[in-house]
């Protein structure tokens, strides 16, 4: 019992004082895991510590991506560009390509996005200096940050659970639905603008209608790959 302890304490002491280091919070989560066509997408909000009481007076009442609609995913962004363009707060998103995805898989594709959405925030604003040994992540779901992130915690609903992971999931949601309606304007006809990559019933009608375009992710089509042209457009 005795060595139990000792090692319990150990291990509170290093926590510790990896808490009492970290000078930035940073919170991490993902968009279009699942869609059909487009780019997975990371989003990552990071403030000073002494931020933390003041921000989140403002955004305590902010939701994961998923419960607020389109005007107010788009509400929060705004607020978001506010405070950064006043250097309270820094935020940025990474992409893997549909390409990236086919080639090295989705969970590839959604680390190496997550590491790139990581190395922007210390280049943004010349405030930030986020590094990993000055930071405290805070991960959605099953995401982990490169290992040399020591202080880092994975919380399972972290976008239901912690404010800062609710305002990474609005960035990375709210920069990829722009996105793909970008695209939806290269590629006519498949209804991106509306459904931004998912498996709705009017997708797959498009599918079978016009084949694969450039955008859509083949290795989630493997079924149907074979009997669908492909839309060089």
């Known amino acids: 019992i005795k060595r139990i302890i000792a090692k319990y304490n150990s291990i ?28 997975v997408s990371l989003g990552a909000v ?19 991506s998923k419960k607020l609609s389109l005007k107010q995913r788009e509400r929060w962004y705004r607020l978001m560009l506010i405070e950064r363009q006043q250097d309270r707060l820094n935020f940025s998103c990474a992409y893997s390509s549909n ?3 086919d080639n090295r898989g989705i969970v590839w594709g959604v680390k190496s996005a997550l590491a790139r959405a990581l190395n922007k925030l210390s280049v943004r604003s010349p405030t930030s200096n986020i590094s990993p040994k000055n930071s ?8 982990k ?9 994975t919380i399972t609903k972290g976008d239901e659970k912690e ?18 309606k970008r695209l939806a304007k290269k590629y006519p006809g498949y209804g991106f603008e509306g459904h931004v990559g998912y498996g709705t019933a009017a997708h797959y009608r498009a599918l079978a209608k016009l084949g694969l375009s450039p955008i859509h992710r083949r290795s989630f089509l493997r079924s149907l790959a074979g009997g669908l042209r492909r839309n060089k457009r």
């Open 12 to 39: 509170s002491s290093v926590c510790v004082t990896i808490n009492l280091m970290a000078k930035y919070i940073v919170g991490i989560d993902e968009a279009g895991r699942g869609p059909l066509a487009g780019p």
């Open 145 to 153: 940050a490169p290992a040399e992130y020591v202080n880092q915690t």
């Open 46 to 64: 990071a403030w000073e510590i002494n931020q933390h009481r003041g921000l989140t007076k403002k955004f305590r009442a902010i939701k994961n």
């Open 163 to 180: 404010m800062i992971i609710a305002m990474a999931s609005v960035v990375a949601k709210v920069r990829r639905d722009r996105l793909i």
């Open 99 to 101: 390409t990236a995805i």
């Open 136 to 143: 405290r992540v805070l991960l959605d779901g099953s995401l």
